[in-house]
């Protein structure tokens, strides 16, 4: 068993303990009384590269990063630094992230807040939903076509917009025949969890221009930020780097401060 199916196996667990204590229809009539979820694809395309910054706490491959005794104040530093979004990582046994944390963070910034977690089925996206999620995490390595099909389709019903990982040619192409508009490239293979940011340079130029690009993982300064922006990312998703600098809002400031002008053509991107 790969890393990554050990993790997905232990949130399809968690999910169905969940999932005994509060049915579907409850998570669903819940939605309905929410307020409409914030435009990502706006904010992942304002000009010059982005930073989505995440709220992590350990991870598989490093162990124990930091101390977040408040996620939220976290947020609110990184959105105070310039974060156009925030990531949640809200997966428990590996990465110490809980729901609450996803929406105590929704409930303190003003901009869009990804459920970072190993969504696999339609109940755990009406939880994000429910949780404040705006955009949601979909691995093609752990969905079948099918499944990703059907999930890319939900969260487009309910809002959420999905940010589609791939880490692979063939990952990739499998997701845009699905669908994605935001694809995130991931330079860490979860089955090795070996990094290799040259992995964006390679799939950015087979990524049409009318999707979001999401260079994640690996970015450890404003070098990383300037090699993923020459290569066309929009955006690049960072944890490690500002989890365990001192002052997280100007560690957020400093990869926002290396970007090149940004070009004056605007992109146009469906939700
Ligand atoms: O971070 C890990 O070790 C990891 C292992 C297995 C599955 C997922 C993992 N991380 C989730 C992420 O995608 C990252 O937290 C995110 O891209 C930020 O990466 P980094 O900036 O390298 O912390």
Redesign the pocket.
Known sequence: MS??DE?VAGARADMRRRERETGLEVLIHRVRSMPPTRDAVAALLRPGVQVIA?V?RR????GALADVPDPADLAAAYESGGAAAVSV?TEGRRFGGTQADLRAVRDRVGVPVLC?DFLVTPYQLWEARTCGADLALLIVAALSRGELVDLIGLAGRIGLTPLVEVHDRRELDLALSAGARVIGV?A?D?RT?RIDRSVFERLAPHIPDDVVKVA????RGPDDVLGHAAHGADAV?????LVTHGSPADAVASLLAARPAPLSVPRRVSR
């Open positions: 890393v990554l993790i995440e992590k991870s598989p491959s490093k990582l970072k991931n860490r979860l969890l994640e993982s690996g970015v998703l960072v944890g490690e780097h």
